[in-house]
């Protein structure tokens, strides 16, 4: 087996990284505490689906806490949860993950506990029928047999109905052409009522293989014991590897592309997107953090200060950055929220913002402070066996290595106000931004 070790920024010892020969990662990080998360990331997500699976990943991550051989559906979150364990799961575009954060207990009784119900989890659900219901026809409204999908059709109207999640679905699918990012991750109501259990657990057993998988356990607990518990108990019944599939990745737009959608909302919304470099170009990534910080994330950045501070036209109601970083190149967008009657106006005054980047050159003083905000989060995010945890399966999984950790403190410290520049030149001009708005209907 193979081992390394990871320098990680304010953690006591080394982080081991093990590689076993069926190409599953274990990853054994030491924090000081009676808490120990034990998580599984697969590298699976909406980038391994097209349009007529959309959305089964995050299907699955459901289906999967519906039982083993082992224990009946609902035992595993009892069981946990009874002993102070917070049991979780995620779906992402590059990735799913499945976690459990829980107290060691007297002589490690829950520690033990929660790797054997997590692994048995991994290993060997089996997606019961009358969990998963049987596939329907959307348009009948006198099914009756509401089962886990009826649950996800659900959800996924919700988010339908929510104005956010509309400007940034449709912003999103026009900034890409062909890659899989183009599609929203929680599917449709037309294809997750057609799923099949057949469906699902081929897609299991294509994607839950050992070198997709990466095993990661927090906390202080002995290395040795834990490491072959893991091995011992993450089997991988009945496992093919398949070639994984590499996606050509999108150009950006060369102009400017505007899309307006009309909704029953009561404001207007908009969101500029941008496509960036991979996630694993750290320096170029961490480069857009800053720069989201400065221009679009709190009350001292660029866009807040200028268009709701010290604006007297009381046009936007919300103004900010959020920064997305995926495997396959990172997103970049300004978000706002703004009257419906000053639609042309706050588009124009954001532009103006956009190119006062440029214009009005980013201080010293402004990097110096989106620095140390930086800096303080990496702390905090080694505070916690849990975000210790998702920091380095983030780092597995979409960057392609936790190596990078040890460089992410020097490489900040180097950055300067010029590269900010070339950054901004080079992925956030104007002519490669896609627009969306969201306006009233009325």
């Known amino acids: 087996m193979k081992k390394t070790l990871i320098k990680y920024p304010y953690l006591t010892q080394d982080v081991e990284v093990y590689e076993n020969d069926n190409g599953h990662k274990i990853v054994l ?5 009676n808490m120990v998360n034990v998580s599984s990331w697969v590298k699976t997500g909406s980038i391994n689906e097209d349009d007529k699976n959309n959305g089964i990943s995050h299907f699955l991550e459901h289906l999967m806490f519906k039982g083993t051989n082992a224990h009946k559906v609902g035992e595993f979150d009892k069981i946990l949860e009874s002993k102070g364990g917070i049991v979780n799961a995620a779906t992402w575009k590059d990735y799913t993950f499945y976690y459990v954060t829980i107290p060691k207990g007297p002589d490690n009784k829950y520690f033990n506990m929660a790797i054997d ?10 997606f019961p029928s009358e969990e998963l219901g049987a596939p329907f ?3 009948d409204s006198k099914v009756t047999d509401k089962r886990e999908r009826h649950v996800v059709i659900e959800e996924i109207r919700m988010r339908q109905d929510q104005p956010w999640t509309k400007v940034y679905n449709i912003c ?6 062909n890659h899989p990012y183009k599609r929203d991750v929680i599917g449709t109501p037309e294809i997750i009522s057609k799923v099949t259990r057949e469906d699902v657990d081929n897609y299991y057993r294509k994607f839950y293989t050992p070198k997709n998988i990466t095993t990661i356990v927090v906390g202080d607990f002995n290395h040795e014991d834990v490491l072959n518990k893991i091995v011992e108990k993450f089997t991988f019944p009945n496992r093919k590897e398949f070639k994984s599939v590499e996606y050509e990745i999108d150009s950006p737009v060369t102009s400017t592309k505007y899309i307006e959608t009309k909704s029953n909302v009561q404001t207007s919304y908009a969101m500029f997107g941008w496509l960036g470099p991979r ?20 009350q001292s950045s660029r866009l807040q200060q200028e268009l709701i501070e010290k604006s007297n036209e009381g046009i936007f109601n919300v103004v900010g950055t959020e920064h997305y970083q995926f495997k396959d190149g990172t997103n970049f967008f300004i978000q706002a ?7 042309e106006k706050a588009l124009e005054l954001i532009k103006k913002e956009l190119s006062d980047l440029l214009e009005r050159k980013i201080s010293g003083e402004e990097l110096l402070k989106a620095k140390k905000r930086i800096k303080s989060r990496f702390a905090n995010e080694a505070e916690t066996v849990s975000e210790i945890g998702e920091n380095i399966g983030y780092y597995e999984t979409v960057c392609g290595g936790i190596k990078l950790i040890e460089d992410y403190l020097n490489i900040l410290e180097n950055i300067t106000v010029e590269d900010l520049n070339d950054v901004i030149k080079k992925y956030l ?4 931004a896609v627009i969306s708005v969201l306006e009233p209907e009325k």
């Open 137 to 139: 026809d959307i348009g």
């Open 117 to 126: 119900l997590h692994a048995d989890m991994m290993m060997d659900p089996i």
């Open 29 to 33: 990080a030491h924090k000081e505490g």
């Open 279 to 298: 996630a694993k170009d750290l320096k170029a990534s961490i480069c857009l953090d800053l720069i989201s910080i400065i221009f679009g994330d709190g």
């Open 172 to 177: 999103n699918h026009n900034m890409y052409t």
């Open 429 to 432: 001009l104007i002519n490669n």
């Open 337 to 343: 929220n703004f009257k419906p009657d000053s639609k």
